[in-house]
């Protein structure tokens, strides 16, 4: 059910954007003694970074559109690009779930999650899927989308190779490896693993992006009789 109430939206979206904000800046060092800029390297940091701009942008602008247009409607931003981001925050998610936990307990099986890795790693993916499915409308994605959702990931990792050829990531810290993530170290995998890595990633990533291209395009009716007037 879409929820075409700009006043709940904006509540939501003030939230998500406080717990975006607060979890960056722990992410990074802010609140104490040593500073952690070298997270910013990490996906999950950048992913996390972009959805609480967004969860900024739409704020105001739910806040705007409240005043100008009143309580009911839907406000967003473009589709494209929230969709770009929303299906980054989803393959965080993914890798980190399915890739990275099942490796980090393989290397230390003592090891627990922390309250800062539930946040990046599941909450922040779910407040951003749920605002998508509860106070988007529907229906705007293309066919094509998908495909250009892969320009970002794909981005991030030339990077990755590019930062490793100037050690920049070891640089900043010892105890990250020289591409970051082990899943795309090929000194440690070989080059043929670390090639079909990225190969599963790529089709995984195709096919969370055309299921959310499907979600988009059921026509959800309104249950306007749930909705009370503010």
């Known amino acids: 059910m879409n929820i075409n109430n700009r006043k709940i939206a904006a509540i939501y979206r003030i939230v998500a954007a406080f717990i975006g904000v607060i979890t960056i800046f722990v992410q990074l060092g802010v609140f104490s003694v040593d500073k952690k800029i070298e997270n910013m390297l990490y996906f999950t940091t950048i992913s996390n970074f972009l959805c609480t701009i967004m969860f900024i942008v739409l704020s105001i602008k739910t806040l705007i559109d409240i005043k100008k247009y009143g309580t009911f409607g839907y406000t967003s931003i473009s589709s494209h690009l929230k969709g770009e981001i929303t299906i980054s925050i989803i393959l965080t998610m993914s890798v980190y779930h399915f890739i990275l936990i099942p490796f980090g307990l393989k290397e230390d099986p003592t090891r627990r999650l922390e309250l800062i890795d539930i946040i990046l790693h599941y909450i922040v993916p779910c407040?951003?899927?749920?605002?998508?499915?509860?106070?988007?409308?529907?229906?705007?994605?293309?066919?094509?989308?998908?495909l250009l959702w892969t320009i970002l990931p794909s981005l991030y990792i030339i990077f990755v190779y590019i930062q490793g050829n100037f050690n920049l990531s070891q640089n900043l810290n010892i105890g990250m490896g020289k591409y970051i993530y082990s899943f795309l170290d090929y000194n440690l995998l070989g080059k043929q693993a670390v090639g079909e890595n990225i190969v599963i990633i790529s089709i995984i990533f195709l096919i969370i992006g055309y299921v959310m291209c499907g979600i988009d395009?059921?026509?959800?009716?309104?249950?306007?009789?749930?909705?009370?007037?503010?």
């Open 127 to 146: 407040i951003t899927i749920f605002d998508w499915l509860l106070f988007d409308r529907k229906r705007r994605f293309k066919i094509y989308d998908p």
């Open 217 to 230: 395009s059921i026509r959800i009716q309104n249950d306007e009789k749930n909705l009370k007037k503010i």
